[in-house]
């Protein structure tokens, strides 16, 4: 035992190394919202050889972005390598709240519900700002939102209560089971005006995700999409072996695939 | 930082192990402790991470030599008891099978014995919910999973009798490293250290 010890510490340090996307193709600011009056750090993955002028790039928002964004930034320039297309502006969204305030749509036991009005940040003045200062592409197919947990919740929320903002959805273990599962109430509510749209979906869950919480809504939710939105691309998968937050990563790999075989 | 955290608690666990081997090695063998070739030792436990996963187990071990010893470690664990219907969604089933075996080394006191061990076998989830939220159309699913399943094992024999105290502590080696060398990954470990509890029989 001691001697694995050392081996297994040096094993532990390096993979904890966190992969840090290129500094020189990444551009930072601050921005006030006045929709919730909290401060978010925005950072910004620029694809390589960056031209606004002869390219119209798509953009993925990505929600936990202080956790997520080198992870997605480099994954997605090597995917659209991978697929020989042009890769997109990876905008990482820092905690301007608590997690529990933004992304929860309604106030329950485990949240404050103030995820419309962090909807309202994103869409008029987060996703302007973007538009107006790196020349992204203004359509609504272009714009893709990838959370895990109850960033997914909040990306479940953004598909079912703001259908115009985005085109694409990356939800990676959505929260689905929160507040009784209010997100099917939404989804039926907003049905008839959401189907007729364009959607790109991709549902990733941990096939261990133990809890007794996150398999029958998610099923449910995939079910809901898949025979009721005719013009849905829509991906499931579930990641073998692995739980919650151990299949986060895997689940950003697969809905990264999907996004650029598909868009 | 949660990860650090978690990484933080499972190398102590790790040392605290490793501790016991320490003050385990220095006790001398007055030869009293009896080594018998074959044990039973039947224990009920628990997933210390999650606490709401119930084990019971069988450790098999037997010592070809007074130092090296081959085992057999089967658990059937009962998960998630604690939260069986949350938000009108029912838990139908949720269960794992282990079945591993593996060599281990053992250290003697003179009223006790220490087994490090490393187990190597396969593992298998079974779960099944279904949403019974009223309001909405009833959903059913279910997965059925077969995993390998590797880990460290120690075991603390106390008593001299035929009949014994049994304690032991088994940590998972999957899905970190072995699957992912994502670090993210061993929270999958971490949901399954367990301690379990029993009373073993020499035969």
Known sequence: MKNLMPILLVLAFVSCQKEVFNPQQTSEFSIHSSANGADYTIKVALPQHYDPETNQYATIYVLDGDENFNFVAENSEKISTEYSTTNVLVVSIGYGNDRTVDYTPT??????????????????????????DYGVDTARES????????????????????????????????????????????????????????????????????????????????????????????????????????????????????????? | MKIINYISIFFLLLNLSAVN???????????????????????????????????????????????????????????????????????????????????????????????????AGIKYDAIKETLVNPEFEQVTASVHSVSPDFGLMYNLKKGIGKYFFTYRMVIPLYPYPFKSFDITSVDGNLANIAMEFGVGVRL
């Not at chain 1, 209010?182 to 096939?207: A, F, K, M, T």
């Not at chain 2, 030869?31 to 039973?40: A, D, M």
């Not at chain 2, 075996?101 to 187990?119: I, K, W």
């Open chain 2, 21 to 119: 081997a320490q003050n385990a090695s220095s006790f001398k063998i007055h030869g009293t402790y009896p080594v018998r070739t074959l044990t039973l030792e039947p224990a009920i436990g628990l997933n210390i991470w999650t606490m709401g996963d119930l084990r019971v187990s069988n450790v098999v071990q037997w010592n070809i030599k007074k130092r090296l010893s081959l085992i057999s470690y089967s658990a059937y664990v009962y998960n998630n008891s604690m939260s069986r219907n949350f938000n009108y969604i029912r838990t139908d089933y949720d269960y794992t099978l282990n079945q591993k075996f593996g060599v281990g080394t053992s250290l003697y006191g003179r009223h006790s014995s220490h087994t490090f061990s490393l187990l």
């Open chain 1, 107 to 132: 106030s329950a036991t485990e949240g404050k519900g103030q995820a419309e009005k962090f909807m309202q940040f994103i869409q008029d003045e987060l996703i302007p700002k973007m538009e107006t």
């Open chain 1, 143 to 263: 714009r893709i939102i990838l959370g895990h947990s109850f960033g997914g919740l909040l990306a479940a929320y953004a598909f079912t209560n703001f259908n115009t903002v985005f085109g694409g959805y990356l939800m990676l273990s959505p929260s689905l089971w929160y507040d009784n599962e209010i997100l099917l109430r939404y989804e039926q509510e907003n049905r008839d005006i959401n189907n007729n749209h364009h959607q790109l979906v991709y549902l990733g869950l941990g096939e261990l995700e133990k809890g007794g919480r996150m398999l029958a809504p998610f099923e449910a939710f995939y079910h809901r999409l898949a025979f009721n939105y005719p013009g849905i691309k829509l991906g499931r998968h579930l990641e073998p072996h692995l739980d919650h937050v151990g299949s986060k990563n895997p689940n950003i790999l697969e809905g990264l695939h999907f996004y650029f075989e598909n868009r």
